[in-house]
């Protein structure tokens, strides 16, 4: 049997397009530094892990909280006011919570991997539509058009504007028809299983599963770039 010929590719945001800059815990410190907290990046570092399962029971609990804006950002302020309370700042946690999760509404607040707008501008090329899908807050379409990359995104999902998250099917078929799609023509890259590769894959989408850190399970067979993309798009 022919493979359909691709007409689409959609990605997602965190750890497949962009991460922090220069770092969640050096942004932490800055936050917790004008609110006359100095604590060592070193202490914020530390604490990270604990930052992480806060961050992991809540979704492992309810992952719906993605298709709220308010639900989502109290998930967000809940991980840095336990980071405050755990360096030794009660009073003021949630408000220094809020003050880092306001500051991640800023683009200055990102950075794309060097891999990235070559990846774009080589499907664009190709004459292939490109696309975000991503478990975000509402924030995401001016964090990605301030960042540069507007020009070069046909259309951006986000879980909070469209009431859906990931790995619902529904959400990737919503973005498949917003750009006009079926989904056996459009492929999706992430860096969750769960979240990226089980949703887009149930509906035939063609899924590739990023890992930019090397922490995948090698039977996984995931790639470390999107220079890698097409080859494993079967383009």
């Given amino acids: 049997m022919t493979e359909v010929r691709l007409r689409a590719v959609f990605f997602d945001v965190g750890n497949t397009l962009l991460y922090a800059e220069p770092s969640v815990s050096e942004v932490c410190r800055q ?19 604990l930052v992480d399962a806060y961050y992991e029971e809540r979704y492992a609990e309810d992952d719906a909280f993605w298709t709220d804006e308010d639900r989502t950002s109290s998930v967000w302020v809940g991980m840095y006011s336990m980071l405050c309370r755990r360096l030794g700042i009660e009073d003021e946690a949630v408000e220094i919570a809020r003050r880092v999760y306001d500051e991640f509404g800023r683009p200055d607040r990102w950075a794309a991997y060097d891999d990235v707008r070559p990846a774009f501008e080589r499907m664009k090329a190709r004459g292939l539509k490109t696309g975000i899908i991503s478990n975000w807050d509402s924030r995401l379409v001016s964090l990605l058009e301030g960042l540069g990359f507007g020009e070069l995104l046909d259309d951006i999902v986000s879980s909070a504007d469209v009431g859906l998250h990931k790995p619902d099917p529904r959400i990737f078929l919503l973005a498949c028809e ?58």
Avoid: F, N, Q, W
């Fill in 178 to 235: 917003r750009l006009g799609v079926e989904p056996v023509e459009a492929g999706h890259i992430g860096d969750h299983h769960y979240a990226d590769i089980l949703g887009a894959s149930a509906i035939g989408m063609r899924a590739v599963l990023i890992d930019r850190h090397g922490t995948a399970d090698a039977e996984a067979k995931p790639i470390r770039s999107l220079d890698d993309a097409e080859a494993a798009l079967g383009m």
């Fill in 31 to 49: 936050i917790l530094a004008e609110a006359g907290h100095v604590r060592d990046l070193h202490a914020i570092d530390s604490l990270m892990p």
